[in-house]
């Protein structure tokens, strides 16, 4: 059975940093691209950023250009988002999810609260 468990979110003020994971299990992690999304209260979810498996490919949010970076561990079969500078707007559910788009397994989420 696919599992994609999150963590890392918290409370963080403006400006500050945080480092979300995604542990995976039930599939051959080394195969698939994987995905963060998120989702603030009353908007629709949005893609956050992207890694192929072959590490070759990566695509990002425009607002999160620069202040976030997307990796991954294949080994531990874990997906990592670093995110540093951190803004109120970044306020959100991120949950990681297998390939591209939302079509196939997604995590329950960590929630990222930036407030001051």
């Known amino acids: 059975e696919v599992h994609l468990v999150e963590s890392g979110g918290g409370l963080v003020e403006p400006g500050g940093s945080l480092n979300l994971s995604c542990l995976a299990s039930?599939?051959?992690?080394?195969?698939?691209?994987m995905s963060w999304y998120r989702q603030a209260p009353g908007k629709e979810h949005e893609l956050v950023a992207q890694?192929?498996?072959?590490?070759?490919?990566?695509n990002y949010l425009d607002s999160v250009k620069g202040r976030f970076t997307i990796s991954r561990d294949n080994a531990k079969s874990t997906l990592y988002l670093r995110m540093k500078s951190l803004k109120p707007e970044d306020t959100a559910l991120y949950f990681c999810a297998r390939g591209w788009t939302l079509t196939d397994y997604r995590g329950q989420g960590t929630q990222v609260t930036v407030s001051s």
């Open positions: 039930g599939f051959s992690f080394t195969s698939y691209p």
């Open positions: 890694l192929s498996s072959a590490f070759r490919s990566t």
